[in-house]
């Protein structure tokens, strides 16, 4: 699952400097700043406190995801990626159980990419849906926290475990100082369904700050997961 991950990550990436319209590298989740979550390194802080049909398996479990282009409104990503595009990641294959879209702003001299990734993780015979997401996000967060997701170039400057949005989440700062770009990558589980944002950028050359990066994948989160709540 990390591998597929990253490589979906990696192949954003490229599909933007093919467009003519990337100068830098801005790392896709994520994933992955605005609220005032600080960025302090190694500092393990905690900080913290849509949708369309879909058939639940369990109380509180989902069988399907909103459009992850309309989760969240038109405000936030202004905000947080101002004259960005968006695009529905035309490498991703995406479904009724999981999808992506991608907010690019490449040219200037604030750079930005916000991506949010929403999965619907089905359980197996002998494990219901929310045990299998819970494995999947403990696995996951295992290696985000480590760097071994890390592309290429990155380097982990912060971990901030999340409270108070969805039942468990957590977020990490990496930098490429080559490229001169900051990227927060946040995971957070709600049930069974998993939010993956990547937020990444650059000003003027230098690496978006760990203050912005984290703190804009934080409030992207809890729109989704209030979203989400309310769908």
């Not at 699952?1 to 790392?27: E, N, P, Q, S």
Request: overall charge neutral.
């Amino acid at each position: 699952m990390r591998d597929r991950r990253a490589g979906r990550r990696w192949a954003v990436i490229v599909g933007g400097a093919v467009a003519g319209i990337g100068v830098c590298v801005l790392a896709a989740v994520v994933i992955l700043s605005g609220v005032g979550a600080s960025g302090e390194k190694g500092s393990g802080q905690v900080v913290g406190s849509g949708a369309s049909d879909t058939t639940p398996t369990a109380k509180g479990e989902r069988a399907a995801v909103p459009d992850s282009c309309t989760i969240i409104g038109d405000d936030l990503i202004n905000k947080l990626a101002p004259n960005s595009e968006r695009n529905v990641a035309d490498n991703y294959q995406g479904d009724d159980q999981q999808n992506q879209c991608v907010w690019g702003a490449y040219a200037g001299d604030r750079k930005r990419q916000l991506t949010i990734e929403l999965r619907a993780i089905a359980g197996a015979a002998d494990q219901s849906p929310t045990d299998a997401a819970r494995k999947t996000f403990t696995t996951e967060r295992t290696a985000d926290e480590s760097g071994k997701a890390l592309l290429a170039g990155q380097k982990l400057r912060d971990k901030i475990r999340l409270e108070g949005i969805g039942d468990e989440g957590y977020i990490v700062y990496s930098v490429d100082d080559k490229q001169g770009s900051g990227e927060a990558v946040g995971n957070v589980r709600l049930g069974n369904v998993l939010v993956t944002i990547h937020y990444s950028g650059s000003n003027k050359g230098d690496p978006l700050p760990s203050r912005d990066a984290t703190g804009g994948a934080t409030e992207v989160a809890k729109a989704v997961v209030t979203a989400l709540n309310q769908g």
